[in-house]
Nanobody, 125 residues
Framework: QLQLVESGGGLVQPGGSLSLSCAAS????????IGWFRQAPGKEREGVSC????????YFKDTVKGRFTISRDNAKNTVALQMNSLKTEDTAVYFC??????????????????WGQGTQVTVSS
């Protein structure tokens, strides 16, 4: 059993910040990499970031590099996605998901299990 719950979404103006949290339960959290994905209306789900089991290796979608950071606290079974300098094109439902590793194609949804239900992020003035 692999359960993930996202939280922290909301409405923010362009240039603002939000921090999302992914809380895990029902599995050995430190044996899984965690990815963040997002899906906007009418768009395909796209990979945003992935963090390795020990938190040392991190990957980001090119369009969020320098603006987003990812971290994990294995003692609390949580992963955070800190989003700064938000743009309107960041508007989407954000999901977290678990995988054995951040693969070279970490951005492909089919490599992940245990998807959360998502949290809405809206960037608008």
């Amino acid at each position: 059993q692999l359960q993930l719950v996202e939280s922290g979404g909301g409405l923010v103006q362009p240039g603002g910040s939000l921090s999302l949290s992914c809380a895990a339960s029902g599995f050995a959290f430190d044996n899984y990499a965690i990815g963040w994905f997002r899906q906007a209306p009418g768009k395909e789900r796209e990979g945003v970031s992935c963090i390795s089991r020990n938190g040392i290796t991190k990957y980001f979608k090119d369009t969020v590099k320098g603006r987003f950071t990812i971290s994990r606290d294995n003692a609390k079974n949580t992963v955070a996605l800190q989003m700064n300098s938000l743009k309107t094109e960041d508007t989407a439902v954000y999901f977290c998901a678990a995988a054995s590793y951040c693969l070279t194609n970490w951005y492909r949804p089919e490599n992940y299990n245990g998807w959360g239900q998502g949290t809405q992020v809206t960037v608008s003035s």
